[in-house]
């Protein structure tokens, strides 16, 4: 790809003619400091390249994968980070940083004595660090996992939302100071839609303390970003309320553009493509110079580049704000004491800065070659066998940088347990979760809604968990039945609103007045927002020392909408009760389009993720208050329930807990040898109790199966397996002592309104026949005694099932 070209790291300031621009005020008069700065930066930029390039050239490598890295997205943002992390941040400031900065920040937390060498060598490795910061994989040290671009970008503005909240509702700890939360973005991750949905919502909340720093590198994976595209963008962040900083040319542009004919070259380089300048800046001086030459003609400008060697011009035009750590500690300083406004600052950068790939429009994952990382270790003053020095090729002593370390801000411990806090577990009494349902007719998204309210009530031991909740959802609060709990808890606004209706007196069932004190967050109907808020509520404890509980609604068939959001969340173990409904073909009148019959999949094959779908609301009780357990437990996880508006006669029945969050109980356990069963899961049941009336004539020993979780089941099954190949006999799952007094040749006829596959394995478990029934199209309309006959989940669609495997008996 690249030419080999030396890399020429900072032309010194000497070099230049001219004025130079006055320094950060914490700066002026400490020009040791800045030295100290600069061989940061050094330091930095080798570490990352070297990182990657030692898990790519020097490690032995066993399965001939490339291994990969980003030398030349690590350049770029090399002095926005030590800007940030060795001058400007504070220890309660929380950051997101651009996925392939991973190796510079790992680095950063090296020098400050926060991560393992070891590590570092690993990187991409089994225990070494990962390609992407990531707050499960990394430690504590990762504020928010980064990696699907824009994602983490767009958490920050959550998390300062939330907390907003957790201060205005006096739940944090008083030993943690409000922070800022800063994205430090790849300018590519501008093009990604949830942003701006971000935006948006950050606008309506009236988001403060966050910051967003562009790398504004113009380069993406694949090319070089359109010209005039940040002008639109900028125009964008003002019309949400942002202060935008645009930080294009460093010290010794400025200076050059003060002398006599400087307007001309700061027109030339402005009317510049993105493309010319990335091509002029990977070709070098001479490059340049025989550009502005033809270019500048006769300006006065040619005095400025003409008494420049070619080394000094390339350095001269290459000077970009992003690259001067001077000129962006002064305006971060700036944003700072100008106040809490959500600012966005654009960083002209150059990609692979310093590096023999600067500006190359491929260099996204370019490697430096073997030899040319001789002639960069070479530069950078490092002897072989001493890559991962700390004081290796510096030209400041060993006390010196130890002290300036010691004494940044964000050198100093956030909290004795470090940056991951901690906050207690809520007692969740037993009794709020004893609905009163037996003899109705209820749908399992009522039960969920009458519960909560009860909770909503918070007198007495009750209190802590109703103060603990905080409720979400995009645009569906109503339709999702929180409306009886936000009347009861209110809407939470930093700013007191009345509710013109109530003040009216106008009727409705909604009071909705708003107040830093509500406790429901109504969010637009972007459902990337829903699942990033949850995300950011269900971090509170470790971001805040704060416990929530976070309970957030959505239709079912929106959660692939917000898929990537939620899977996100989950994988920086953020723990939220996720309660989606109406779902399935079950919704019946609400139209095709709004079927979801993927969910249960998505459910069982989520990492960090319980998910359940409960047919009765005793059933559904006993998983909210596991929910909310669960969700605080040290080795829990994120809940989801399935839910659905289909109403059902409430058994009266005792239940046993463990079952039915295991997944799975016996609603009629079957006789011993028995030669079939009927599983059935969620709103299908009284289809599935109605065909086991018929076949139970037929097979009297025949068994029905509620389950609640094949995600649970199919979890418990797998870690039994693991726990008997690793040596435990004894290890035995839900499902297997479930489908136990069943023959060994009997067959299951499994139901649900949801994709068959998520049933279909349970034949696996001791080798039985299964018969899976359940949707796998869909898009019709109707009500649901057509479309459980039209998707087969119907009566006689069970029983033809059962029949078909009865009389097929071992050849079904
Ligand atoms: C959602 C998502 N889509 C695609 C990718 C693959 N990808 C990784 S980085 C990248 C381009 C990043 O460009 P930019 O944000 O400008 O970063 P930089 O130039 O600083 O490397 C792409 C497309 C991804 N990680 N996430
Ligand atoms: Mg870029």
């Not at 709990?485 to 003040?503: A, C, Q």
């Not at 709004?594 to 069982?604: A, R, V």
Request: hydrophobic share 40%; with cysteine.
């Amino acid at each position: 790809m690249c030419q080999p070209r030396c890399a020429s790291w900072r032309v010194g300031a000497a070099e230049m003619s001219g004025p130079v621009r006055t320094e950060p005020a914490r700066l002026r008069g400490d020009p040791g400091r800045v030295r100290i700065l600069h061989q940061i930066e050094r330091k930095l930029l080798w570490l990352s390249a070297w990182m990657v390039h030692n898990a790519n050239h020097i490690r032995p490598n066993r399965d001939g994968l490339k291994v990969g890295g980003h030398q030349a997205s690590c350049a770029s943002v090399i002095s926005i980070m030590a800007a940030l992390y060795f001058e400007v941040l504070r220890p309660q400031d929380r950051v997101a940083v651009k996925p392939h900065a991973g190796p510079v920040f790992h680095a950063i937390n090296y020098l400050l004595g926060r991560q393992s060498r070891e590590k570092m060598a690993g990187l991409r490795q089994m225990g070494g660090v990962q390609p992407y910061p990531s707050r499960v994989k990394d430690g504590p040290e990762v504020d928010f996992s980064t990696g699907s671009v824009g994602l983490g970008v767009a958490m920050t503005t959550f998390s300062a939302l939330m907390q907003d909240y957790v201060h205005l509702h006096d739940l944090v700890r008083s030993d943690i100071p409000q922070g800022r939360h800063i994205a430090i973005a790849g300018d590519a991750e501008l093009d990604e839609g949830n942003i701006y949905e971000a935006l948006l919502e950050g606008w309506k909340h009236d988001v403060r303390d966050v910051w967003w720093i562009v790398d504004y590198n113009r380069q993406s994976l694949d090319s070089v970003v359109p010209d005039r595209l940040f002008g639109r963008i900028e125009g964008l962040f003002r019309d949400m309320g942002w202060n935008c900083v645009t930080i294009k040319y460093g010290r010794k542009l400025e200076a050059a553009f003060a002398r006599e004919g400087g307007e001309d070259l700061r027109r030339w380089i402005d009317d510049c493509p993105n493309s010319l300048y990335s091509a002029l800046t990977f070709q070098g001086g001479a490059a340049w110079r025989q550009m502005l030459q033809a270019d500048l003609g006769r300006s006065r400008a040619r005095a400025i580049i003409d008494e420049l060697s070619d080394d000094a011009l390339g350095a001269l035009m290459t000077n970009l704000g992003g690259h001067d750590i001077e000129t962006l500690i002064e305006r971060l300083d700036v944003a700072d004491a100008a106040g809490d406004q959500p600012t966005c600052f654009i960083a002209y950068t150059i990609k692979g800065m310093g590096l023999p790939f600067a500006g190359h429009k491929d260099n996204h994952a370019g490697l430096m070659t073997k030899e040319q990382m001789a002639e960069f270790r070479a530069a950078m003053g490092i002897r072989p066998g001493h890559e991962w020095d700390i004081f290796e090729g510096l030209s400041v002593s060993g006390s010196a940088l130890r002290e300036f370390l010691a004494s940044c801000p964000f050198a100093e411990p956030l909290s004795p347990d470090g940056r991951s806090l901690r906050a207690p577990a809520i007692p969740i009494p037993p009794a709020l979760f004893r609905p009163k349902a037996v003899g109705r007719k209820l749908s399992t998204q009522a039960g969920f809604g009458d519960i909560l309210a009860e909770i909503g009530r918070g007198g007495g031991e009750d209190k802590p968990l109703a103060q603990h909740i905080v409720t979400t959802s995009p645009d569906v609060t109503v339709s999702t039945n929180l409306g009886p709990w936000v009347n009861r808890r209110g809407i939470f606004d930093r700013h007191t609103r009345n509710d013109v209706f109530r003040d009216a007196k106008l009727a409705s069932a909604q009071r909705w007045g708003m107040s830093p004190k509500g406790q429901h967050i109504e969010l637009g109907i972007a459902e990337q927002n829903l699942f990033l808020l949850l995300g950011a509520a269900g971090l509170t404890h470790a971001l805040h020392g704060a416990r929530l509980l976070p309970v957030g609604t959505v239709y079912d068939p929106f959660v692939n909408r917000g898929l990537d959001a939620l899977i996100y969340a989950c994988y920086q173990d953020a723990r939220f009760l996720l309660v989606s409904t109406p779902s399935g073909l079950t919704l019946a009148p609400e139209g095709g389009q709004h079927q979801s019959i993927n969910t249960p999949l998505i459910g069982m094959a989520a990492d960090r993720l319980a998910s359940f779908e409960p047919a009765h609301v005793d059933e559904l009780a006993i998983l909210m208050h596991h929910a909310f357990e669960h969700m605080q437990k040290p080795d829990g996880s994120a809940v989801w329930l399935r839910l659905s508006t289909r109403q059902l006669a409430q058994p009266d029945r005792a239940l046993e807990p463990g079952a039915v969050i295991a997944g799975a109980h016996w609603v009629s356990p079957p006789a011993e040898e028995a030669r079939i069963a009927i599983a059935y899961q969620g709103p299908v049941a009284p289809e599935a109790e109605a065909a086991f009336a018929v076949l139970r004539e037929e097979e009297p020993g025949a068994g029905l199966l509620a389950i609640t979780s094949p995600d649970r089941l199919h979890a418990g099954w797998t870690s039994a397996l693991r726990a008997r190949r690793a040596g435990n006999r004894r290890a035995r799952a839900h499902i297997e002592d479930i489908v136990a007094p069943l023959a060994p040749g009997a067959a299951l006829v499994t139901v649900l309104d949801g994709h068959p596959a998520s049933l279909a394995w349970l034949g696996a478990v001791r080798g039985q026949r299964v018969i899976p029934l359940g949707p796998d199209r869909f898009g019709q309309g109707g009500d649901i005694p057509d479309l459980y006959r039209e998707y087969e989940i119907d009566i006689d669609a069970i029983l033809d099932a059962c029949a078909q495997a009865l009389l097929s008996s071992g050849r079904a």
